[in-house]
């Protein structure tokens, strides 16, 4: 089946910092990308929708400033925490669909020290 | 999308069918069930989806009652590996976000 690839897998950076989560989808081409964040114990909690070649749509409440996402090519998506502080410390999902099912990468676990 | 209610929590004997209930009461008549699962510090996992007829893949059979307010996921012979919580989801469409619930968190015993 489709793969998509998250990069990388854990990271630890210090506050004020930021860091960038790449998401690829493998063996096929995604207009759309997703990225979750998700907290221990808690489900999945959609952040924004990527799309290729225009402005991403965030979800209510989520800074667009902070979270920043680019999606420059029809297999790439990224997402840089901005000034990252220890409460953006969590787990980063990306989805990407291809026709009729979701495909989601392996997570991207976030630690600001 | 419609809203699903699933039990925060079961438990099935290894080797069991585990099913898992999900209503979704509010459903339209263009939105599909799908189910995912999440396996502990992974990312979901794509199981199964149907819109009116019961579904079976290799990993597991989705019956879809005929007023489509409710499923229920079957996992026929469940082993450890299938300790995860799943996720029933209504979307309108294949290529529609997806939006999470709390999902069940399936443990299987020895």
């Known amino acids: 089946g489709a793969v998509v690839s998250q990069h990388p897998s854990r990271v630890i950076c210090k506050s004020g910092t930021s860091v960038k989560i790449e998401c690829r989808s493998l063996?096929?081409?995604?207009?759309?990308m997703f990225w979750y964040r998700q907290f221990p114990k808690q489900s999945l909690m959609l952040m924004a929708t990527?799309?290729?070649?225009?402005?991403?749509?965030?979800e209510q409440g989520v800074e667009k400033d902070k979270f920043l996402i680019n999606h420059a090519s029809l297999t790439l998506s990224t997402l840089t925490v901005t000034s990252a502080h220890p409460e953006d410390s969590s787990f980063y999902i990306c989805?990407?669909?291809?026709?009729?099912?979701?495909?989601f990468g392996q997570g991207t676990r976030l630690t600001v020290v | 999308d419609a809203k699903t209610t699933q039990p925060p929590s079961m438990d099935c004997a290894e080797g069991r069918a585990a099913n898992l209930p999900c209503n979704h009461s509010t459903i339209s008549g263009n939105e599909y069930v799908y189910w995912y699962r999440q396996i502990h510090s992974q990312g979901p996992q794509y199981i199964i989806h149907g819109l009116k007829n019961n579904e079976t893949n290799e990993m597991a059979s989705l019956i879809i009652t005929e007023d489509r307010k409710s499923s229920t996921l079957i996992l026929p012979h469940a082993t450890l590996r299938d300790t995860a919580v799943y996720y029933c989801i209504v979307r309108y469409s294949s290529a529609s976000k997806i939006i999470f619930g709390s999902g069940t968190r399936l443990s299987i015993r020895p």
């Open positions: 063996d096929f081409q995604a207009t759309t």
């Open positions: 989805s990407a669909i291809e026709v009729p099912e979701a495909f």
């Open positions: 990527s799309n290729e070649g225009s402005k991403a749509t965030y």
